[in-house]
């Protein structure tokens, strides 16, 4: 069954590092998601990405943040200069489809932690 | 989006149906009702959805009321692979992020 991979697992960085989380999304999606989670709190949006662009993104997403999809495949989250508050599960999504539900499948995540 | 109210927690006998509520009285017409779930920090998984028919997947069966304010999410034979947080979300179709709240915390028993 098609299932969207995240790299690395865990990654762990100082603080004011830069860091790129990887994503290769399902092969046929077109709409793809970043959410993260800190430690024992909800599931937060971060960014949607479609066509190339950003569609949508929450107050989290500042300008230390960046997505890409450099090539037909993977999906990056950069974060420039990375703070303490960075540190959490990063989810990666992909979705079909537009229109009708809004059925998303997520990654495994990426444990982000900075020292 | 209509707020959704989940309570914190349920515990479950395993080999027994799970039935979890989800209060959405805000609901708009055109809102779906997700349901996903969250094993111990893995990234979420989609269960089932539904607008206002009662839907059934190999996973688990949605009950919607007839006025929509409410539904129920049955894990028919909960296993102790199925001790996860539940997540009732009500959304629109199309391309819009997921909004998390804080779920129920499901504990399948032995």
């Known amino acids: 069954e098609p299932e969207v991979t995240q790299t690395p697992s865990h990654q762990v960085t100082q603080m004011g590092q830069e860091v790129i989380l990887r994503c290769v999304p399902i092969s046929n999606h077109l709409y793809f998601y970043w959410y993260r989670q800190i430690l024992g709190q909800k599931v937060e949006f971060l960014v949607s990405f479609y066509n190339n662009e950003i569609s949508e993104k929450s107050e989290i997403f500042d300008d230390q943040f960046s997505v890409e999809r450099p090539d037909g495949s993977n999906f990056t989250l950069k974060i420039r200069s990375t703070k303490l508050e960075d540190s959490a599960m990063y989810f990666c999504?992909?979705?079909?489809?537009?229109?009708?539900?809004?059925?998303?499948?997520f990654g495994p995540g990426t444990r982000l932690t900075v020292l | 989006d209509a707020k959704t109210t989940q309570p914190p927690s349920m515990d479950c006998a395993e080999g027994r149906a799970a039935n979890l509520p989800c209060n959405h009285s805000t609901i708009s017409g055109n809102e779906y009702v997700y349901w996903y779930r969250q094993i111990h920090s893995q990234g979420p998984q989609y269960i089932i959805h539904g607008l206002k028919n009662n839907e059934t997947n190999e996973m688990a069966s949605l009950i919607i009321t007839e006025d929509r304010k409410s539904s129920t999410l049955i894990l028919p034979h909960a296993t102790l692979r199925d001790t996860a947080v539940y997540y009732c979300?009500?959304?629109?179709?199309?391309?819009?992020?997921?909004?998390f709240g804080a779920g129920t915390t499901v504990t399948v028993r032995a």
């Open positions: 979300i009500v959304r629109v179709g199309g391309d819009y992020k997921l909004s």
């Open positions: 999504a992909s979705r079909e489809t537009s229109g009708g539900y809004n059925e998303q499948f």
